[in-house]
């Protein structure tokens, strides 16, 4: 295993916005109606830079094998950089020991494996997992699921009007008989940044174990595991095809001794330690929840990736997204008929603007805005909970990256004067 | 709108016609049979009541929400169901969905303000839109009721 020692120091640049889009071609393209890709589409999947697609190619040109297998060099190298990416990401999160980082193909694989192999190992009937009113459906339905199968309690952290969470609600929610609380660190459908600290130290108090969704944070700021909601959590999850690496591959970081007490998720080949006719052991972590080939060139390639994010500085991507979606929140503000939900200042929330725009279905401003080379994301954002709190069948949603630029945000602006324009909406 | 073919493709004025002002919305009528139309990836909604007189659309109401495509759709097709059977309604979800499938506007009486939804064939993630209160009424008269989605890939 690849110690966090062995990993060089990645250089740190300047943040220079027009060398980043160098690094991402798809940015020059035209959609179909001719006019220039003004990409704002972030939070449900990022663009990939040059280097994260060499990588991939490097890797199927040079090193292709199966791992963890052959003793020939191609398998001993492709085994090698598997793991080597598996310690840069424990490295990117703060993590202790690259064992704790398990690959998975999503955020969603990650939460469902913390519930098939920790809760329905742990949780009794009568035992409280807690989770809030904004999460993703992804960290809602594995709950749901559990609950219908184990007799679990299951109990929600409300949302407020402004798309915050009730936090003296969180207070009486987090009860003795809480066991975990699995909790979003920003919203993808409002981009509330949650205030982790109140519920981190209610849950630890209680003794309850915390599961951080980092799928919309982990991409856009620093996060260590160890100060996380500032007292640490146990576990993470999230994907790396919203932090400019490739689909189909995910993470769960967990402490190490948590780990070791789980169950495995899926049984199968890679995970095992002895097979006989009658029964098997398991393989330590993380091979015990690895089962079967891996997907290995993405793993590889998120490592690429994580390289990317740590030259040009975590804290400078907050802060490129704080000043965009600073300057988007005044912009939109202007546009006549245009509602923002969420918490009204850059500060508590991430790069993610949900609105409406009075009189014109979210369906119609995404179809609009296209024409004009502009791609938002328009639906209930797999938050239908937090669609009904706030009573709206759907929003249109703006997300923002590294690459993003206030430019684009204007041309977001005058698009949405447009439809406005368009579907006669009246100031 | 300036490079806006495809816009004009889709937004024919006479949709925003019957988008902005919806025929046979809401209105009370006592049906004899209703179906409820969804379709969940995008939060549109529609409920369609028909009153059927020996077989004859007597009075039809649809009610709901979402974007301009699916509410003009439910308008367009309350209008050419009224005072139609049951088999002539059919006729026209038939036809509505061979136009979805085609883009072509079929030659069918009463299908005039319809055939500027034919454009929506050239947008993939709309058709769904424009389909949901067809679907729904094939669903109210098919077996007195119901609910639809348009993701249950019986269509």
């Given at each position: 295993m690849t110690s966090l020692a062995d990993l060089p120091a990645v250089e740190r640049l300047p943040y220079d916005i027009a060398r980043i889009r160098r690094d991402f071609p798809i940015l020059k393209r035209e959609v179909s109606s001719g006019a220039r890709l003004v990409y704002l589409d972030n939070a449900a999947t990022s663009q990939r830079p040059v280097q994260v697609l060499a990588e991939i190619t490097r890797f199927y040109r040079d090193h292709n094998a199966n791992i963890h297998r052959g003793v020939h060099t191609l398998s001993v190298e492709a085994t090698e950089l598997y793991e080597q990416a598996r310690a840069k990401v424990a490295r990117f999160i703060g993590a202790a020991d690259p064992r704790e980082i398990i690959f998975t193909h999503n955020t969603t694989e990650s939460i469902n494996l913390v519930a098939h192999g920790w809760a329905r190992k742990h949780l009794q009937p009568g035992d409280e997992v807690v989770i809030s009113e904004i999460e993703h459906h992804s960290n809602i339905v594995p709950w749901q699921m559990l609950r219908d199968e184990r007799g679990i309690t299951l109990k929600y952290i409300p949302m407020l009007p402004d798309g915050t969470l009730d936090l003296d609600a969180a207070r009486s929610i987090i009860t003795d008989r809480t066991r975990l609380v699995s909790i979003t660190a920003m919203s993808n459908a409002l981009g509330t940044i949650v205030p982790l600290d109140v519920i981190v130290a209610r849950a630890r108090a209680v003794g309850a174990l915390v599961l951080v969704d980092g799928a919309q944070s982990v991409p856009h700021m620093p996060v260590d595991v160890q100060t996380l909601g500032s007292l640490g959590v146990d576990f993470l999850a999230f994907s790396g095809h919203k932090m400019l690496a490739p689909f189909g591959i995910g993470i769960l970081w967990g402490r190490l001794p948590v780990l070791e007490s789980m169950d495995p998720f899926m049984g199968g080949g890679d995970m095992i330690l002895t097979v006989s006719m009658e029964r098997s052991t398991w393989a330590d972590v993380p091979a015990k929840f690895e089962a079967g080939t891996p997907n290995v060139g993405d793993a590889i390639a998120l490592g690429a990736a994580v390289d990317y994010l740590s030259a040009l500085g975590m804290d400078a991507v907050r802060r490129h997204e704080r000043e965009i979606t600073d300057y988007a929140l005044r912009r939109l503000a202007d546009v006549p008929g245009v509602t923002i939900f969420g918490v009204p200042d850059a500060e508590r929330r991430g790069g993610v603007i949900s609105f409406e725009l009075d009189g014109v279905h979210p369906h119609d401003i995404g179809q609009v805005l296209d024409t004009k080379g502009v791609a938002i994301r328009t639906g209930h954002h797999c938050a239908q909970p937090?669609?009904?709190?706030?009573?709206?069948?759907?929003?249109?949603?703006?997300?923002?990256y590294i690459y993003n630029t206030t430019d684009e945000v204007d041309a977001l602006a005058s698009g949405l004067e447009e439809v406005g324009r368009f579907f006669g909406v009246r100031k | 709108m300036a490079e806006s073919g495809l816009m004009e493709d889709l937004y024919r004025e006479i949709i925003l016609d019957h988008y902005r002002q919806?025929?046979?919305?809401?209105?009370?009528?006592?049906?004899?049979?209703?179906?409820?139309?969804?379709?969940?990836?995008?939060g549109d909604q529609v409920r369609v009541?028909?009153?059927?007189?020996?077989?004859?659309?007597?009075?039809?109401?649809?009610?709901?929400?979402?974007?301009?495509?699916?509410?003009?759709?439910?308008?367009?097709?309350?209008?050419?169901?009224?005072?139609?059977?049951?088999?002539?309604?059919?006729?026209?979800?038939?036809?509505?969905?061979?136009?979805?499938?085609?883009?072509?506007?079929?030659?069918?009486?009463?299908?005039?303000?319809?055939?500027?939804?034919?454009?929506?064939?050239?947008?993939?993630?709309?058709?769904?839109?424009?389909?949901?209160?067809?679907?729904?009424?094939?669903?109210?008269?098919?077996?007195?009721?119901?609910?639809?989605?348009?993701?249950?890939?019986?269509?």
């Open positions: 937090v669609m009904l709190a706030l009573n709206v069948p759907a929003t249109a949603r703006a997300s923002f | 919806p025929r046979n919305h809401g209105t009370a009528i006592e049906p004899t049979c209703s179906a409820d139309g969804a379709n969940p990836l995008c009541d028909v009153a059927l007189v020996d077989g004859v659309v007597e009075a039809i109401s649809f009610s709901g929400q979402g974007c301009s495509i699916s509410q003009a759709s439910a308008s367009m097709m309350t209008e050419y169901v009224k005072g139609r059977d049951t088999a002539a309604a059919l006729q026209g979800d038939e036809a509505f969905q061979q136009m979805m499938l085609t883009g072509e506007a079929p030659d069918i009486d009463g299908f005039d303000d319809i055939a500027a939804l034919a454009g929506v064939a050239k947008f993939p993630a709309r058709v769904k839109c424009a389909s949901l209160a067809w679907k729904t009424l094939a669903q109210a008269l098919a077996d007195g009721g119901g609910s639809v989605t348009t993701d249950d890939g019986s269509r």
